[in-house]
């Protein structure tokens, strides 16, 4: 079954930390791996994507990092402020189909 | 092109009721997807479309749940005798297959069952 699983499910940092959040996928034929914010009774909004014949991705502060043969994918925040706190869910496209989606990382960043 | 559009953005219901909701995707895309999340949850896969062409839906669609893309532009989905359960965010995404395969989301329609 193809599964993901996103660790910590909860971080509260104070501002100016960098951070990393973790997600890691238990199969991997993977076509592309995304990252997605989402901010409380919103939509998502993509942050990064990367093909699986990638290795990272870069966008500002954050930097997206892929493994598939570990099954692995980290997302690291520099220099973290207090708007990105939101929930970041990370989500592995199979077959071109269908994304799978982790439960999320909720995020607080405090002044 | 503003994005992912979704109607409406919230929705309130009498237990029993019918309820419809409208996606009008990003106008290039050809493929369009619905998705379901409950508080908590990440997004969970209810039905894709490639144009007009259902091709795939989850065991999580009961046949209370119909969705419609008549025309391979904008699409529905209909939840017939909503149920409490059916609470939650209903996503539509949209993407160009053939392309990276990024899914860009809309704000979602909130339902909620009483």
Same mark, same amino acid.
């Given at each position: 079954?193809?599964?993901?699983?996103?660790?910590?499910?909860?971080?509260?940092?104070?501002?100016?930390?960098?951070?990393?959040?973790?997600?890691?996928?238990?199969?991997?034929?993977?076509?592309?791996?995304?990252?997605?914010?989402?901010?409380?009774?919103?939509?998502?909004?993509?942050?990064?994507?990367?093909?699986?014949?990638?290795?990272?991705?870069?966008?500002?502060?954050?930097?997206?990092?892929?493994?598939?043969?570990?099954?692995?994918?980290?997302?690291?925040?520099?220099?973290?402020?207090?708007?990105?706190?939101?929930?970041?869910?990370?989500?592995?496209?199979?077959?071109?189909?269908?994304?799978?989606?982790?439960?999320?990382?909720?995020?607080?960043?405090?002044? | 092109?503003?994005?992912?559009?979704?109607? %409406?953005?919230?929705?309130?219901?009498?237990?029993?009721?019918?309820?419809?909701?409208?996606?009008? %995707?990003?106008?290039?895309?050809?493929?369009?997807?619905?998705?379901?999340?409950?508080?908590?949850?990440? %997004?969970?896969?209810?039905?894709?479309?490639?144009?007009?062409?259902?091709?795939?839906?989850?065991?999580?669609?009961?046949?209370?749940?119909? &969705?419609?893309? %008549?025309?391979?532009?904008?699409?529905?989905?209909?939840?017939?005798?909503?149920?409490?359960?059916?609470?939650?965010?209903?996503?539509?995404?949209?993407?160009?297959?053939?392309? &990276?395969?990024?899914?860009?989301?809309?704000?979602?329609?909130?339902?909620?069952?009483?």
């Amino acid at each position: 079954k193809q599964e993901v699983t996103q660790i910590p499910a909860a971080l509260s940092v104070p501002e100016g930390e960098n951070l990393v959040l973790n997600c890691s996928f238990t199969d991997s034929a993977i076509y592309n791996l995304q990252w997605f914010r989402q901010d409380p009774g919103k939509g998502l909004t993509s942050l990064l994507l990367i093909q699986s014949s990638q290795r990272e991705q870069t966008s500002g502060r954050l930097n997206a990092s892929l493994d598939k043969s570990s099954g692995r994918s980290t997302l690291y925040i520099a220099a973290s402020q207090p708007g990105d706190s939101a929930t970041y869910l990370c989500a592995v496209l199979y077959n071109t189909d269908k994304l799978i989606f982790g439960t999320g990382t909720r995020l607080q960043v405090f002044p | 092109d503003t994005g992912v559009s979704q109607n %409406p953005r919230h929705k309130i219901t009498k237990r029993g009721q019918n309820v419809t909701f409208r996606c009008d %995707p990003i106008s290039e895309h050809n493929r369009l997807y619905w998705y379901r999340q409950t508080l908590g949850q990440g %997004p969970e896969f209810l039905t894709y479309f490639q144009n007009e062409a259902q091709l795939e839906k989850s065991r999580l669609l009961s046949d209370r749940f119909s &969705a419609e893309r %008549p025309k391979g532009s904008f699409s529905t989905l209909e939840i017939q005798r909503t149920e409490q359960g059916d609470s939650a965010m209903y996503l539509c995404a949209s993407s160009f297959m053939g392309g &990276a395969e990024k899914l860009f989301f809309g704000s979602g329609t909130q339902l909620s069952v009483l």
